[in-house]
């Protein structure tokens, strides 16, 4: 396969997109999994082989970076190619209002996230109008039920999951998301095995319908269906690792609770659905086990149909790890590697695992650290379909220069060619509901907590122990000049900006 980069215009394309069908992509984003909880990244606890093998295979990336430090801002930065600076999403901010019974179960009658921006087009817009299949199978988290940003209205072909976060902090819920062939808009499929059971107390962990394993079986049978005449995009946006930690009671699970026999207990948290587990531990190993088991189911279904060769496989979390329902990451990261868990703009919070996997594309057995981010996406996938001035076609003439384009393409990175990789000059992050904001331009990180800046030197200081603002004033300063550069008000999300 000829895989040799042509020179088009400022894109670097490769070779093959005018001379072959274009490649089916399958983006499998996980939820609150830590930088430091796959094997392949050192992981001494939980065994994931398929991941792993998926890493062997493939390119793995150890400076891979979210959007965002939590989950809707994150995957708004993934879909819009925008950092959180200038993307409308940049907080876990939701809607919820009425009241509706299932079989007594009470329930929110509209929940979901604030919308992201339809001025501003989104990644499955752009394939879908390059000639692919599109559908989304998990969490949303883009636009509250009704809104004007659900996935009927935003270029997915099918959707199956969660519209709702919220909702989706329980795995046994009472109702999930669909979108497909013959429907009009997004509509409610109640879990009618589920609702049999009360949704509180001892009752709860009687119901059957666990979401992740639905979803996964719907995810499947929209890659079953897949015949290879018209390329296919996926984003199976799995809430596993997710609190609650609560799962099935089978073989997996069992294996834990045998490998922890001293666990910890959680007793449930009052107004979060996060219900109380005695097995901490063993609850949250099994369920990274269980995603991987569904990583392997995928690549063997993509195996069995002939289309492994001409899909690229992308494996990566929406942000780092949570403590959130009894969860605890400091016993699954002794080794304390990295600062912060979700909710931090240290690298702790925003440093995610990133693999892709392209049989004869993709180098095998290749790790890599160019600095990677979640906007950096968009590009890369423009580049993939030959789809060549992506900004110049897609941006909002009402908005002009307003409507921003963040990312730079690695598919030179992906393709083995790290001479013709374009880098960023600087990568930035903002969240409100910590007050932080973050800036990394080479090895120098930035972080400014309520409008009070931190530096830190990555190159000697990983773990961002060590604040060297006092020794380098002149580098804060200019680093507090790309703050202002890059941050546009959003009266939905407000950040201190430091003086």
């Known amino acids: 396969m000829d895989t040799k980069l042509l020179r088009f215009g400022l894109a670097l394309v490769p070779a093959w997109v005018s001379a072959q069908k274009q490649p089916n992509i399958v983006f499998i984003l996980c939820d609150d999994m830590g930088w430091g909880d796959l094997g392949c990244y050192g992981q001494r606890y939980i065994e994931t082989p398929n991941i792993d093998r998926m890493a062997r295979e493939g390119m793995q990336f150890m400076q891979a970076y979210a959007g965002s430090p ?23 901010k939701e809607y919820r209002s009425g009241v509706v019974e299932y079989n007594g179960n009470k329930d929110y009658a509209v929940v979901g ?23 989304q199978f998990g969490k949303w988290a883009g636009g509250y039920e009704g809104s004007i940003s659900t996935p009927d209205k935003r270029g ?3 959707f199956y999951g969660y519209i709702c976060q919220f909702e989706a902090h329980t795995y046994y819920p009472n109702f999930l998301n669909k979108f497909g062939e013959g429907d009009k808009e997004v509509t409610r499929e109640i879990q009618e095995q589920n609702i049999q059971h009360s949704f509180f107390g001892e009752d709860y962990y009687n119901r059957p319908q666990y979401s992740a394993d ?6 499947m049978d929209w890659l079953e ?53 005695p097995n901490v531990h063993a609850q949250f190993a099994a369920m990274i086990t269980r995603l991987d088991k569904y990583v392997g189911e995928i690549m063997e279904k993509l195996e069995e149909k002939g289309l492994s060769e001409n899909t690229i496989l992308i494996f990566s979390s929406d942000n780092g790890p949570h403590e959130e329902g009894g969860a605890d990451p400091t016993f699954f990261n002794r080794d304390g590697v990295l600062r912060g868990i979700k909710r931090s703009c240290h690298e702790g919070g925003i440093r995610i695992p990133f693999i892709v996997r392209w049989p004869g594309h993709v180098p095998a057995q290749a790790r890599n650290n160019h600095p990677i981010a979640f906007y950096d ?22 908005l002009g220069e307003r409507d921003y384009f963040d990312g730079i393409s690695f598919l030179p990175t992906l393709m083995g060619k790290d001479a013709a990789q374009r880098s960023h000059d600087y990568l930035y992050w903002e969240f409100n509901e910590t007050d932080q904001i973050a800036v990394r331009q ?17 190159a000697q200081d990983i773990h961002e122990d060590h604040d060297v603002a006092a020794e380098y004033p002149h580098k804060v300063m200019e680093m507090i000049q790309l703050v202002h550069a890059s941050h546009v008000d959003n009266p939905h999300f407000h950040v201190t900006l430091p003086d």
């Open 442 to 458: 080479a090895n120098w990180k930035l972080i400014v907590k309520s409008g009070r800046a931190e530096l830190y030197d990555l």
């Open 113 to 135: 996230q604030h919308p992201l921006d339809t001025a501003h087009v989104v990644l499955p817009e752009i394939l879908k109008r390059n000639g692919y299949r599109t559908a």
């Open 156 to 158: 997915v072909d099918e």
């Open 225 to 277: 269906r897949q015949d290879g005449k018209q390329p296919f995009y996926g984003l199976f946006t799995y809430t596993i690792p997710h609190a609650e930690l609560v799962q099935p009671q089978d073989s997996i699970l069992a294996y834990y609770k045998s490998k922890f026999s001293e666990d910890k207990m959680f007793r449930g948290q009052d107004g979060s659905w996060y219900h109380a587990t």
């Open 214 to 219: 639905v979803i996964h079986r719907k995810a």
């Open 70 to 92: 939590v989950s809707a801002p994150s995957r708004a930065s993934l879909m819009t190619g925008q950092h959180t600076g200038h993307c409308e999403i940049r907080g876990n």
């Open 377 to 398: 996406i968009m590009p890369t996938f423009c580049d993939i379909v030959g789809e060549q001035n992506y900004v110049d076609k897609y941006r909002n003439p009402r």
